[in-house]
Nanobody, 124 residues
Framework: QVQLAESGGGLVKAGGSLRLSCADS????????MGWFRQAPGQEREFVAA????????HVADSLKDRFTISRDNTDNTVTLQLSRLKSEDTAVYYC?????????????????WGQGAQVTVSS
């Protein structure tokens, strides 16, 4: 059973950095895409970044690619999102997601598994 769990959220000042990690505690997910979405209060869930199983293909939202990076370690089924130069508008709940299909998608509806979310709050 795929069980995704995020860690690393918290409160940070504008301009600071955070690292979010997501682990598949069930260690059963393989071959698919892992990614991150975020949802701010009153807003729709939006795509942040995703990475294929091999790590050979990465897609980061255009508005975030100069500040956010994604990586994964298949030895322990984890995916990491590095957030840099954070802004107040980055405040949101960040969700880890996994998709059995090996192709990256920006559509949240096409992801099969979700974590509970990690709160990131950026103070100005």
């Amino acid at each position: 059973q795929v069980q995704l769990a995020e860690s690393g959220g918290g409160l940070v000042k504008a301009g600071g950095s955070l690292r979010l990690s997501c682990a598949d505690s069930g260690r059963t997910f393989s071959g698919g895409v892992m990614g991150w979405f975020r949802q701010a209060p009153g807003q729709e869930r939006e795509f942040v970044a995703a990475i294929t199983w091999s790590g050979s293909h990465i897609h980061v939202a255009d508005s975030l690619k100069d500040r956010f990076t994604i990586s994964r370690d298949n030895t322990d089924n984890t995916v990491t999102l590095q957030l840099s130069r954070l802004k107040s508008e980055d405040t949101a709940v960040y969700y880890c997601a996994a998709r059995r299909n090996p192709l990256i998608s920006v559509a949240s509806a096409l992801y099969d598994y979700w974590g509970q979310g990690a709160q990131v709050t950026v103070s100005s």
